[in-house]
């Protein structure tokens, strides 16, 4: 059960602390970023030792230039957006889940679905995309459910991300449970996805990238349980 303790901080932070905090957190998704394409890159070389030489570079080219630039792109401006949403909603006092919430949502959605790497990747015209893009409205909510705690703490001794989830989240459970609700949507995007890999705005080699990209979900997943448990097994300075 989540206590909420996050939610009821004072909204009346200091927009210097605020801004302090959404660097924080900005760092800390570029990182997970560069690992999660370092993690890409391994896999594709893996994946392409097993084809016939004509494939190899036609593949590796694919994967590199389209996928995982276009994933560096996109990742690098939905940070952004998500972190000055956020602060948006908590200098006017917007509390999460309330209709006001959801109403600046719905706004800024049609922006999300631009840069965000699930809807770059997939055909708008495709007969799954309206499940997709149903999917993606609950990603995007999870998201911003777990960057707003954040950047609410308001005690000036923080110095790193990690001192910022414990005064967050009280638990490692009640951190996790951020992390769970966005991992188990973007998971029922792979699922909508792997129906028909048709909706995949790939010239060829389709079941190749999805693999390479279904694979790098996984392992990242773990890496960020088992980062989020570090963080409160001892003291992170």
Known sequence: MISNRSAKISVSSSLETINRNSELVKEHLL??????????????????????IVLKPIVLSLYSNLVQKDL????????NQLLNL??????????MYNSEFYRRLNAYFPTYLKTDQTGRLCKRNHKNFKRLEDNLRVTLESQICSIIPLLKIESKEIKNYYQMCRSAFETVEECKYGLKKQTDAMFKAQQIIKEDLSILDIPTARPIIFRILRKGFD?????FNKAIERIYAADMV
Not at 31 to 50: D, F, N, P, Y
Not at 86 to 95: L, T
Request: proline fraction near 0%.
């Open 72 to 79: 560096e792109k996109g990742t690098i401006k939905t940070i």
């Open 219 to 223: 392992i990242q997943v773990g890496n």
């Open 31 to 52: 990182r997970q970023m560069r690992e999660s394409l370092a993690v890409g890159k391994r896999l594709i070389g893996e994946e392409i030792t097993g084809l016939i």
């Open 86 to 95: 956020s602060k948006k909603m908590i200098v006017d006092g917007v509390e």
